[in-house]
Each structure stands twice: as C-alpha cells, then as structure tokens.
C-alpha cells in the first residue's frame, strides 16, 4: 500500500499487551498458574455488581444512557463533588485522551515523567504534541525539575500518585508547594488509580483545588473502577474536574462512550460498600505479610500503599521472571522500566502469596541471589 503516514503516528510504538494466561501455560507446560502482573483485583468484582450486569443484558439491544446519569450521580455522592464536576469514560485513559484532545495541539508541550503509565506520552503524540520527560528521582516525581520545566508551551502535566510502578505517594503538602509555583495556563492531572488504597487522611483533598483555581494551575484527579473495585474488564473511570472543563470534556466525548454493562456494574459495585472495604482491608494484610516474608528471604520489598509493590531481588530480573513462569507464577519484570534488579508483584489472595512465596523462595535460592 501506499499510504501517507503522519510523522508524528509512524513514530508510535503500541501499547505492549501481553499474551492470555491460558496462552502462557501452554507455552511453559504448566497449569493453574497465578497472574500477580497487572495490579488486578484478586478478590473480584461485587457479587452486587455481578448480579447487576447479567439482569441488565437482556437490554443490550437498546444503546446506554449517553449521559451516564444515575452513575454519574453516584459518583459524586461517593466522591462529595457535583455531576457537573464529573467524566465518565471508558477506563480513566479515556479522560487522558479527552484531556489531549481538548488542550493539546501540535507544538504544545505536555510533561510526565519516567517511568509511569505509558499511554500519557502516546495520546500526546498521537495530537502532534511534545513529550518532555523528567526521570523519577529516588523513585518519586521529581516535582522540582517539572515546574522548573513549565514554559509557555506547557499544557498539560500527569502525575500518578501513587506512582506506578514505584508505589512512591506525594503528600497534600508537598503537593500544594508544587502546585503554587505553576501558572494557571496549565493543568495537573492526578491520576490516582491506586488512592483507593491510600488511608484518608494522608490524601490531596483534589476538590479544594477543583473549587477555587483562581491565581493557580488547575487540577483534575482520575480515578477507575479497575483495581479496588474489580471491575478491569468493564473498562469504567472518571475525572473529577471544575466544571467548565468539564463542559470541554464533552465536546469530544463520544456519544454512548460508557456501554450498558459498566454503568450498571459501577453503579452497584458504589452501592456495595462492604466488599470495597472487605479488598482493602485483605490487601493491607497480605501486603504486610508478604513484605515481612520477602524481607526474611533477604530480599528488599519497597514501602507501598498500593495494592503492588517492588522487591530487590539482588540478581537478573529477567532471568528471575523467566523461571518463576517455569512455575506458573507471574511477575513483572522492572528492567524495562529502568530498574534491571527489581521485579514488580500484585498482592494476591492468600493462597495465591502463599504459592508466591514457596516459588520465590525455591527460585532465588536456585539463582544464587541470596
């Protein structure tokens, strides 16, 4: 073919998915095997939100609601904000891809950092914009060097907080200081995928900012329903913004963007309230044991409020990825990320960390790293 391919498209290198688990299997010759590589949730999703879904398709014929409102409506019950402060999308990347197209142009800067989620940086090239990348120092944002980069191009700025894959969480001060040396040209997006796991009190109050942005960079928090509600597979977020970027939001939102199923399983997983707190409170437990575990195998586990966390694993990543598949255990790898001795797990059910550890334990020992 001869086609006119786009600078700035060509350029692109597609998000890496990876291969289904019963794929992996057949390719290593093991069954049964764990996923602990994607920060999902173990415990699934609400048995409210399940039973939600299967009594809603039998109306699958009819197109959703294109306003999304009873869930939008409980959304800002749950988060104490207005609807008109409210975006549903299709996953929280949607937002960051509304957030691209409604602010950025071709030239425009826009600023994350390395590393964090990689579709931050496509969406903006995919809008003919500028990446300007700055390294996590210590495995923390280096909130210093980003506004130290805000010129008169800069649009947008992202920020996962917590970051992934380091766990590592800017506190409310540390984020005001930040916040105050920007101008109001710019918006701050905190993608805050893992909060849910963050204890309250040591949050970004993000409506404060939200309400009064006068003199000051404005700011919009993401949240999904992906990881402590567990619902990954219905692909169901939100922003939570002023108003008036809201309104700009929609402009390029597509209509019926949130399907039927994910508005109904969102709605009664908000609803179920016990099984939220009930994966809360299990991955704080698990954290703990299996960071004690690791720590006693002469490992080192990095602090986290997530529901993931790094280990030094003193030796090859890679090579110790490869041989915990041999068990059907899977990990993420770090050395992609900049990180070649470090592998990244998900904290699991019980007898998933369980089957971790015995693995773990047989294989660090089987590669000398301790």
């Not at 937002?95 to 142009?105: G, N, R």
């Not at 120092?137 to 060097?145: I, P, V, W």
């Not at 010129?151 to 766990?167: S, V, Y």
């Not at 720590?295 to 990825?321: K, R």
Request: hydrophobic fraction near 40%; include cysteine.
């Amino acid at each position: 073919m001869k086609l006119s391919i786009p600078e700035n498209i060509a350029a692109i290198t597609p998000y890496p998915p990876g291969k289904p688990l019963d794929e992996l299997e057949r390719e290593y010759g093991v069954t049964d095997s764990i996923k602990l590589a994607s920060n999902e949730n173990p415990w699934g999703p609400s048995p409210k939100a399940v039973e939600a879904i299967k009594e809603c398709l039998s109306g699958l014929h009819r197109y959703p609601d294109g306003s999304s409102f009873y869930l939008t409506e409980a959304v800002a019950r749950w988060m104490g904000s207005g609807m008109d402060e409210i975006v549903l999308g299709n996953g929280s990347n949607e937002i960051i891809e509304f957030l691209t197209k409604a602010f950025v142009m071709p030239g425009d800067e826009v600023i994350t950092s390395h590393p964090s989620f990689l579709m931050y940086q496509k969406f903006v090239q995919v809008r003919g914009g500028e990446n300007r990348v700055v390294e996590l120092k210590k495995m923390r944002h280096d909130l210093a060097e980003i506004a130290a980069m805000v010129n008169e191009r800069t649009r947008l700025i992202f920020i996962d907080n917590p970051n992934n894959p380091c766990a590592t969480f800017i506190g409310p001060d540390e984020f005001d200081a930040f916040v105050q040396k920007l101008p109001e040209t710019v918006i701050v997006v905190l993608d805050e995928a893992y909060v849910d796991f963050v204890q309250p009190e040591e949050r970004i109050d993000v409506l404060s900012y939200i309400r009064k942005p006068e003199g000051r960079a404005a700011v919009v928090a993401l949240r999904t329903f992906s990881k402590a509600f567990g619902l990954a597979g219905l692909r169901i977020g939100f922003g939570l913004m002023h108003p008036e970027i809201a309104m700009l939001l929609h402009r390029v939102r597509q209509p019926f963007n949130v399907n039927l199923p994910a508005q109904v399983g969102a709605l009664a997983a908000l609803e179920d309230t016990g099984h939220y707190n009930m994966t809360l409170n299990k991955t704080r437990s698990e954290r703990t044991r299996l960071q004690e575990a690791i720590n006693s195998l002469g490992c080192v586990p990095y602090p986290s409020e997530t529901n993931f966390f790094l280990i030094d694993v003193h030796g090859d990543a890679n090579v110790l990825y490869e041989a915990m598949l041999h068990k059907g255990v899977i990990v993420r790898s770090m050395s992609a990320y900049g990180y070649p001795q470090f592998i990244r797990i998900t904290i699991g059910t019980e007898a998933e960390n369980d089957r971790f550890l015995r693995a773990f334990e047989q294989t660090i020992a089987l590669l000398g790293y301790v």
